[in-house]
């Protein structure tokens, strides 16, 4: 079983910065894709960005990217997204998690496996 820990989220006004972090407990977290997905009141669960177990392939939903990067640290089973120039229609629950098998990426949120706790992005207008 996977353990992950999401950090980082707070109130942030539009325009502004934070930086999410997911900490994992897996010993062979290197081997897998990680995934930031969000979740908005009353909407399904969506895929942010990924990064592959390299850390040289990302992707990202087109609403975000130029403004997030995701990012990862393989010696501390940590991955983390920057998100700048924050707007109101970020707000949102945001999780990370590892896709479910070892070398393979995705943007389905079926594809990924022991989901953290979430933190909480509110960006105020």
């Known amino acids: 079983q996977v353990q992950l820990v999401e950090s980082g989220g707070g109130l942030v006004q539009a325009g502004g910065s934070l930086r999410l972090s997911c900490a994992a407990s897996?010993?062979?977290?290197?081997?897998?894709?990680m995934g930031w997905f969000r979740q908005a009141p009353g909407k399904e669960r969506e895929f942010v960005a990924y990064?592959?177990?390299?850390?040289?392939?990302?992707d990202y939903v087109d609403s975000v990217k130029g403004r997030f990067t995701i990012s990862r640290d393989n010696a501390k089973n940590t991955v983390y997204l920057q998100m700048n120039s924050l707007k109101p229609e970020d707000t949102a629950v945001y999780y990370c998690?590892?896709?479910?098998?070892?070398?393979?990426?995705?943007?389905?949120?079926?594809?990924?496996?022991?989901w953290g706790q979430g933190t909480q992005v509110t960006v105020s207008s």
């Open positions: 998690a590892p896709d479910r098998a070892r070398y393979m990426s995705s943007r389905n949120v079926f594809d990924y496996e022991f």
């Open positions: 897996r010993g062979t977290f290197s081997d897998y894709t």
């Open positions: 990064i592959n177990w390299s850390g040289f392939v990302t």
